[in-house]
């Protein structure tokens, strides 16, 4: 769009003034100039903002000249304008707001691309003090169609197929909204005659839009590729995709909506009356869900995470001791323990934290030092004792700590919940009956103790990643894991010395001398499935390398712990295949340690990392047997390196189809035979036979 001159003079001097009142501490708009699209702009005054009043004026271009503000009428409404003034710390928030919605920009659905914007003006806003002009903040307006929130936030909804059964992205070719991609065949965008064009080089592959490509199985693939003739009597029908079900499970997004059209509020769903089931949300006697905080996929820590019945977690959360949400005391909450008017009240103890520096890092200066202390909680653990599907009892163990009210800081909490048995006693969870689960914790005792119970460990870092402050985790059955720590390290530092303490942190994480082969083993029975751990290549402390070396170098430093753990199946209990721990061996790896530094070392000191790493490795129950050369060389049978698969001739009923229950494939396919005799008997040549047979004895 073209202004006129008026507007094109006013525009320089309003751009010249933004520069140079900030210089002289006068009041300006910032920005003094802004192009508006949408329902609503808004800039900031500064500078003296004392008695300053604000108006709203409306210029009419097409008169070729602009009219003089009257600066000393306070005027926020002007015809469809209307203009909001909010203080804020040293200036003052003018806003700009369209009152009416645009139904003449509505005539013409069908065109999503208007070349006219359906509103265009100039507004011009003024601060002046005792009717004298003091600042000015144009304003011109180039509003289009689509560029308006007036639409009904219901009319806004994008439908999203549900990805079980249609993949999510059907054309990943498709980059261009709005238009043709070139060699993208399956782009609906692109109109027949520009599809001829590219049609014999399109995109191959899942890019290209092939995400549901059919199995040699399908009975569709018959016309596609030459087979065998017996082929439509043994081929699968069905919909199948290797891409669909890894999407998010929706239905319909709705669109974005500004935060003051309206407040969309949804009942809960509380079902608590009649019992819980697993991963339901546990309810309170307010009808509201029992929060914890608990961290999202995406990382972040979500302060009102309901909890689940049955669902156990172990979480930390970091933040700002600035921005620290006081939470409600729990003694206040009353929770329903799954009957009609049953309720819970959680049992609360509180203790104080020794160590600070473990949960409060990057700690500045008080702001004050005269004001009162204040409690946080560093740490909450959660235990729900549940019989059948209710809750009969709920402790809770609070550690927290006394800080001072104006302390700023990085304050790492974390929360555990679980849900225990309500005969159980203190006995310690098992891992598994009897076999290990996934995840769980790999059960492990030293029987050089007096409390022999224990387990094996990693470091869990925290602030800075040193290894004076870390922490430790279990390391859990089939999860692969890696961790470490920094050891600060000076340049006149012993080597023995170095070497001892890196055996010391490592040592730490193994701490026992034996593992368990299951999940139940017990731990008053060594002989119930104990493993004693193998430590190969066990470091030594010992002597330092010769005196003629320089300082700042140590040879053979232990850096790394390896541990390697040997597992397989171990049979079935009610179809669940039960996992057990064959051995376990630790190893030790050495590194030549070299102080870094710049121009001057004195007074440095260096960051000696040391790592930990868990590799479970399945060990097959029974060895395969070795190929023969004949089998090598005769490759009829080999589905990997033949096109027909006679092993695989009755698909549906061997291990290799996976699509359905072994039990359902049996079942399908007897009665799918007793189709087959049926129709034998029913056909022409059995009748036939029939005929001729009863013909024959009479």
């Known amino acids: 769009m073209r202004l006129t001159p008026p507007v094109h003079l006013i525009l320089r001097l309003l751009l010249l003034q933004s520069v140079l009142r900030p210089l002289w501490g006068d009041l300006v708009f910032m920005p003094p100039v802004i192009r508006m699209s949408g329902p609503a702009v808004s800039a900031s005054l500064v500078g003296g903002t004392e008695d300053v009043t604000v108006s709203l004026t409306q210029l009419r271009d097409e008169m070729g000249f602009l009219p003089v503000p009257a600066c000393g009428v306070l005027s926020n409404e002007t015809g469809d304008w209307s203009l909001t003034v909010s203080p804020t710390v040293n200036s003052l928030e003018v806003t700009v707001r369209l009152k009416r919605g645009l139904p003449s920009c509505l005539s013409n659905e069908t065109d999503p691309f208007p070349e006219a914007p359906c509103i265009v003006q100039t507004l011009l806003v003024s601060a002046s003090r005792h009717s004298s002009c003091l600042a000015h903040l144009l304003v011109?307006?180039?509003?289009?169609?689509?560029?308006?929130?007036?639409?009904?936030?219901?009319?806004?909804?994008?439908?999203?197929?549900?990805?079980?059964?249609?993949?999510?992205?059907?054309?990943?070719?498709?980059?261009?909204?709005?238009?043709?991609?070139?060699?993208?065949?399956?782009?609906?965008?692109?109109?027949?005659?520009?599809?001829?064009?590219?049609?014999?080089?399109?995109?191959?592959?899942?890019?290209?839009?092939?995400?549901?490509?059919?199995?040699?199985?399908?009975?569709?693939?018959?016309?596609?590729?030459?087979?065998?003739?017996?082929?439509?009597?043994?081929?699968?029908?069905?919909?199948?995709?290797?891409?669909?079900?890894?999407?998010?499970?929706?239905?319909?997004?709705?669109?974005?909506?500004?935060?003051?059209?309206?407040?969309?509020?949804?009942?809960?769903?509380?079902?608590?009356?009649?019992?819980?089931?697993?991963?339901?949300?546990?309810?309170?006697?307010?009808?509201?869900?029992?929060?914890?905080?608990?961290?999202?996929?995406?990382?972040?820590?979500?302060?009102?995470?309901?909890?689940?019945?049955?669902?156990?977690?172990?979480?930390?959360?970091?933040?700002?001791?600035?921005?620290?949400?006081?939470?409600?005391?729990?003694?206040?909450?009353?929770?329903?323990?799954?009957?009609?008017?049953?309720?819970?009240?959680?049992?609360?103890?509180?203790?104080?934290?020794?160590?600070?520096?473990?949960?409060?890092?990057?700690?500045?200066?008080?702001?004050?030092?005269?004001?009162?202390?204040?409690?946080?909680?560093v740490e909450e653990h959660y235990i729900f004792r549940w019989n059948n599907n209710t809750i009969s009892e709920i402790n809770v163990r609070i550690i927290r700590a006394k800080i001072n009210t104006h302390q700023k800081g990085i304050m790492t909490q974390r929360f555990t919940v679980k849900f225990l048995s309500y005969n159980s006693g203190n006995e310690k969870e098992l891992s598994g009956n009897p076999g290990y689960q996934l995840g769980k914790p790999v059960r492990a005792l030293n029987t050089n103790r007096m409390n022999n119970v224990t387990t094996l460990h990693l470091w869990q870092s925290a602030g800075r990643g040193l290894c004076i402050s870390a922490t430790f985790k279990p390391i859990l059955f089939g999860e692969n894991a890696l961790s470490g720590c920094l050891l600060e390290v000076g340049i006149n530092e012993n080597c023995t010395q170095l070497r001892e303490n890196a055996v010391e942190l490592l040592d730490s994480l193994i701490q026992v001398t034996h593992v368990a082969m299951r999940g139940n083993s017990n731990y008053d029975n060594l002989s119930d499935g104990w493993l004693e751990i193998i430590r190969a290549d066990a470091p030594d402390a010992g002597a330092d390398p010769p005196v003629g070396n320089a300082s700042g170098i140590c040879l053979g430093v232990p850096a790394q712990l390896n541990i390697r753990i040997l597992f397989s199946d171990a049979g079935a209990v009610e179809g669940m295949t039960q996992q057990e721990i064959l051995g376990i061996e630790t190893r030790f790896s050495s590194v030549t340690w070299q102080f870094q530094c710049g121009l001057t070392c004195e007074d440095e000191v260096n960051l000696f990392p040391i790592s930990a790493s868990v590799q479970f490795i399945k060990i097959p129950a029974q060895l395969p047997r070795p190929l023969t050369r004949f089998q090598i060389n005769f490759t009829e049978y080999n589905c990997n390196r033949n096109e027909v698969c006679w092993p695989q001739l009755l698909y549906p009923l061997t291990q290799y189809y996976q699509g359905e229950p072994y039990s359902q494939c049996v079942a399908k396919s007897l009665l799918l035979a007793s189709f087959i005799t049926l129709a034998v008997f029913l056909s022409n040549p059995w009748t036939g036979i029939c005929k001729a047979w009863n013909s024959a004895t009479i």
Not at 201 to 216: A, E, K, R, Y
Request: with cysteine; glycine share 6%; proline share 7%.
């Open 140 to 377: 011109q307006v180039e509003i289009y169609a689509n560029s308006s929130l007036a639409q009904n936030a219901s009319e806004n909804v994008t439908v999203i197929p549900n990805q079980v059964y249609q993949p999510l992205g059907p054309c990943p070719c498709n980059l261009t909204a709005g238009a043709c991609d070139v060699r993208c065949c399956c782009d609906q965008e692109c109109s027949s005659d520009l599809t001829a064009l590219f049609r014999e080089s399109c995109f191959p592959g899942v890019f290209g839009g092939d995400v549901n490509p059919p199995l040699d199985q399908l009975c569709s693939v018959q016309t596609a590729r030459g087979v065998p003739d017996w082929f439509p009597f043994l081929c699968v029908q069905l919909a199948n995709s290797p891409f669909l079900g890894y999407f998010y499970h929706g239905s319909v997004s709705s669109g974005q909506h500004a935060p003051f059209d309206m407040y969309l509020h949804t009942d809960l769903k509380d079902l608590s009356d009649f019992g819980y089931k697993q991963g339901d949300p546990v309810m309170t006697v307010d009808k509201a869900y029992f929060t914890i905080p608990q961290v999202s996929l995406a990382g972040q820590c979500m302060q009102n995470a309901p909890v689940a019945f049955l669902q156990n977690f172990d979480v930390q959360c970091v933040t700002s001791l600035e921005v620290y949400p006081e939470r409600d005391r729990i003694t206040n909450v009353k929770v329903k323990n799954g009957t009609m008017g049953g309720i819970v009240t959680p049992k609360v103890i509180y203790e104080e934290a020794t160590d600070l520096d473990r949960f409060i890092t990057n700690t500045e200066t008080l702001l004050s030092t005269g004001s009162a202390p204040r409690n946080v909680n």
